[in-house]
């Protein structure tokens, strides 16, 4: 077979330093950086105002009221994705990525202003973080699709991924650095300008796609807004579509589910270090902490040092995989076939949970479920949507990733209520995440089958619109 015209090209050196990482062919390199970047910036900004979020609703309303605005959140997804696609139909691409960004760059600074007002916006703030990080980051990879072929996205979707996962680490550090001094509302200003700066990149690269010639068609079709038509027709019209939706809803219930099983089991841990520990000495003033007290300080601080260790070991693990092995499975092993990782790995990992408790191993179950969902399935689950249409991309896309994301949360949550109301042991609910990763893996043969039909359908028409070109 002969080698693609562009791979000809000599590559530069930026090109030839991302070879390390994947198959990054001449003319690919800056457009790839520039979309990693926007990326880092994103998650960058969403990480710092999660922080600012769980400050606020924790300390106004506590972990109740946290609870039930999740549900909000659905409810609003509910009435927002039919708005969202709406004015994707009345607007080209870029005049939606600017003025949906502009939107949430000018929601942060009203909330600036009403906090000056000493206004309780624990609640509030919460319901709005859950819809812009969906939309923003759903935005964000609707743009990455819209721009590469299919053969590109599952090259270079692992470079521009990383750029999340990247952002997702600084994040969280450049918030709890900054948090005393600046405090909650000021980190939202900050998050405002780095979203304002985000915005450079999607319009220097829809330029560089439209100036340069590359996808003529495509890049007409940009200046275009979509096709009228509801997101949730277009998900409930394509079976491919419905199928990526109920994955989400699955993946989603097994995860979250999943998260509970592994934070009952580190409290029961807690609790009984706390208890089989000595008593604390009394200070220097003989006073001493009661019996609770300390037991209380021993347990969280037990937890404390758990999370950070292991959200650690699943940021590192994340990163090494998203820089070196996800491009290559992917393109060794196609898109679909990537979608398989994680289901067998969460298969096996709740099936040895449900014979053999144990926090060691329900912990590193949930390393490896969670550092490959971070990486592998959701550069994957991004790639699903390179042979889709445009308004599919856009709307359909934006619906899958914010509501049914969303029910995924609600469901697992009425899995959660029902076991502590019947008492359910963690064996349990592990054997029902087996039978909903059972159902994850049909779904994905069923996926795989709609994405290898559309992909082929697409070569066919770019091999039909060549032969009419000549």
């Avoid at 390390?20 to 800056?30: S, W």
């Avoid at 005393?180 to 509302?185: C, D, K, N, R, V």
């Avoid at 939202?188 to 700066?197: E, K, N, R, S, Y």
């Amino acid at each position: 077979m002969a080698e693609p015209a562009q791979t000809l090209v000599k590559r530069n050196s930026l090109e030839r330093f991302l070879l390390l990482f994947a198959d990054v062919r001449a003319g690919e390199g800056f457009i790839a950086i520039l979309l990693t970047g926007n990326l880092f910036l994103l998650l960058a900004a969403y990480l710092i105002i999660k922080t600012v979020r769980e400050a606020l609703i924790l300390s106004e309303g506590g972990a109740e009221v946290k609870s039930y605005a999740a549900a909000g959140q659905a409810f609003l997804l509910f009435l927002l994705v039919p708005a969202y696609g709406y004015v994707a139909s009345r607007v080209n691409r870029m005049k939606l990525i600017n003025g949906v960004t502009l939107f949430f760059i000018s929601n942060l600074a009203i909330f600036y202003l009403v906090s000056r007002l000493e206004v309780p916006l624990g609640v509030v703030f919460f319901l709005w973080v859950g819809i812009f990080n969906l939309f923003i980051i759903a935005q964000f990879w609707s743009f990455a699709n819209d721009i590469y072929t299919e053969d590109q996205g599952k090259r270079l979707f692992a470079i521009v991924a990383f750029g999340g996962s990247l952002g997702a680490v600084l994040g969280p550090k450049l918030a709890s650095t900054l948090f005393e001094t600046l405090g909650p509302y000021l980190l939202m200003l900050v998050t405002a300008v780095l979203l304002g700066i985000s915005l450079i990149f999607p319009n220097i690269v829809n330029r560089m796609e439209s100036g340069a010639g590359r996808a003529a068609k495509n890049a007409g079709d940009a200046t275009q807004p979509l096709a009228k038509g509801g997101a949730f027709k277009l998900v409930v019209g394509k079976p491919y579509l419905f199928l990526i939706a109920f994955l989400l809803i699955v993946s989603n219930l097994v995860n979250t589910t999943g998260e509970f099983i592994l934070g009952k089991t580190v409290t029961e841990e807690a609790q009984r270090l706390a208890k089989a520990a000595p008593a604390t000495m009394p200070a220097a003033d003989n006073t001493k902490p009661s019996a609770v007290q300390q037991s209380s300080k021993k347990a969280r601080d037990f937890i404390a040092r758990f999370y950070g260790d292991f959200l650690f070991t699943v940021n590192l693990i994340a990163v090494l995989a998203q820089l070196f092995l996800v491009s290559r499975i992917m393109k060794f092993c196609g898109v679909p076939a990537s979608l398989y990782f994680l289901p067998i790995i969460a298969l096996s990992g709740y099936s040895m949970i449900s014979f053999i408790s144990g926090l060691t191993l329900i912990r590193w179950v949930k390393v490896l479920e969670n550092s490959t969902d971070y990486s592998l399935q959701n550069t994957a689950r991004q790639a699903l949507f390179l042979p889709t249409t445009r308004e599919e991309k856009y709307k359909a896309k934006a619906a899958i990733d914010t509501f049914f994301v969303r029910i995924g949360d609600l469901l697992s949550t009425a899995l959660v209520f029902l076991s502590v109301q019947f008492s359910l042991s963690l064996q349990t609910l592990s054997v029902v995440n087996v039978s909903f990763t059972a159902l994850w893996l049909l779904l994905v043969v069923g996926i795989g089958g709609s994405y290898r039909a559309l992909a082929a359908k697409q070569v066919d028409a770019a091999a039909a619109s060549d032969t009419v070109g000549r």
